[in-house]
């Protein structure tokens, strides 16, 4: 339960060191709106349900798979193309943000406790 609460804190950590940065800041916002506005594409072309329009439109995003849901539409198939190739990146944009920050938030860590050593040492 220790390392659940530690990797949830380090996330956290992550994902306010990530905010600072702008171009994160827009790629959450893009994201955003655009897992939006193909959850509401696919409840009115296809007439699912929100939830399983937001749930394929997230899924479409990450490397999972989507289960029984799939356009019929050819419409809602091309929309799917187009789409994919935006979230994807967007995805693949904000993981790699908050990676970064996950690998530089421990690395500021470290040297904090190695400088905090030193200066024991020192004494």
Do not use: H
């Amino acid at each position: 339960m220790l390392g659940l609460t530690l990797m949830f804190k380090r996330l956290a950590d992550a994902i306010r060191t990530s905010w600072r940065d702008p171009s994160m800041r827009g790629a959450v916002l893009s994201l955003i709106v655009i897992v939006t506005a193909a959850t509401v594409f696919y409840t009115l072309t296809e007439r699912w349900s929100v939830i399983d329009s937001l749930f394929y439109a997230v899924s479409v995003g990450l490397p999972m798979g989507n289960g029984a849901l799939s356009p019929t539409l050819t419409l809602s198939k091309i929309f799917t193309l187009v789409y994919a190739i935006l979230v994807v990146g967007l995805f693949v944009t904000v993981g790699g943000s908050l990676a970064s920050s996950i690998v530089q938030n421990n690395t500021d860590r470290v040297a904090r406790l190695a400088e905090k050593r030193a200066r024991d040492d020192d004494r």
